[in-house]
């Protein structure tokens, strides 16, 4: 199994200001993806972070709002720019090996305000 | 990506098997079956996953139907602690491995 911690656990932020999340994961992952979730929604990805390149980003989604980071296999970095009140959500990373024959660990989350 | 149809909410009462059905009627052979919950201010976890055959675990059972168009999830004995929003999702077995979270059913345990 693999423990997902995320930093901070809740914040709350000026609109127009940036704040990066932080995931460390306390082994090894091939995998990691971040996503949102709204108040009262399902879990919408963000993208998967890539180890080593650029982050392949969903649609509607987009590099200069959500720059992700992914320096090795247990680190990775999700960056709100330039945040709006429409940002506030619950923001989760998310990692494993493969998702289709193992399971994929969650933290539990970093809530954003942006007033 | 072949789509799955849940029930939007289910109630149960505690102590009592719950079934919670998920249709995937477009499902591919090659798509695996999995399950994930959501406890309430928590991120998912994962309860359960299957291709074809059932499955169990020590949280639960996976149903599949023969044609693997409909699936269930089944808990023996639901306690307060399984109340949670639970995600029956598809992944292919090649490519794509994106856990893609659809609406899923909020289970409400009754005491």
């Known amino acids: 199994s693999a423990v997902i911690s995320q930093k901070p656990s809740r914040d709350i932020c000026q609109r127009g200001t940036s704040l990066t999340i932080q995931c460390q994961v306390d082994s090894q992952v091939t995998m990691m993806f971040w996503y949102r979730q709204q108040p009262g929604q399902s879990l919408t990805l963000i993208a998967t972070a890539n180890q080593g390149s650029e982050a392949t980003y969903e649609s509607g989604f987009v590099i200069d709002k959500f720059p992700i980071s992914r320096p090795n296999l247990t680190f990775s970095t999700l960056t709100v720019s330039n945040m709006s009140p429409e940002d506030s959500s619950i923001y989760l990373c998310?990692?494993?090996?493969?998702?289709?024959?193992?399971?994929?660990?969650f933290g539990s989350g970093t809530q954003l305000s942006v007033l | 990506d072949a789509k799955t149809t849940q029930p939007n909410s289910m109630e149960s009462n505690e102590e009592e098997p719950v079934h919670l059905p998920c249709n995937h009627s477009t499902i591919s052979g090659t798509d695996y079956i999995h399950w994930y919950r959501q406890l309430p201010s928590q991120g998912p976890e994962y309860v359960i996953h299957?291709?074809?055959s059932n499955v169990n675990n020590r949280m639960a059972s996976l149903a599949i139907a023969e044609d693997r168009k409909s699936s269930t999830l089944i808990l023996h004995r639901a306690t307060l602690r399984d109340a949670a929003v639970y995600y029956c999702?598809?992944?292919?077995?090649?490519?794509?491995?994106?856990?893609?979270f659809g609406t899923g059913t909020r289970l409400t345990i009754i005491p």
């Open positions: 998310s990692a494993g090996e493969r998702a289709t024959n193992e399971k994929l660990f």
């Open positions: 999702i598809l992944l292919p077995n090649f490519g794509n491995e994106k856990l893609t």
């Open positions: 299957g291709l074809t």
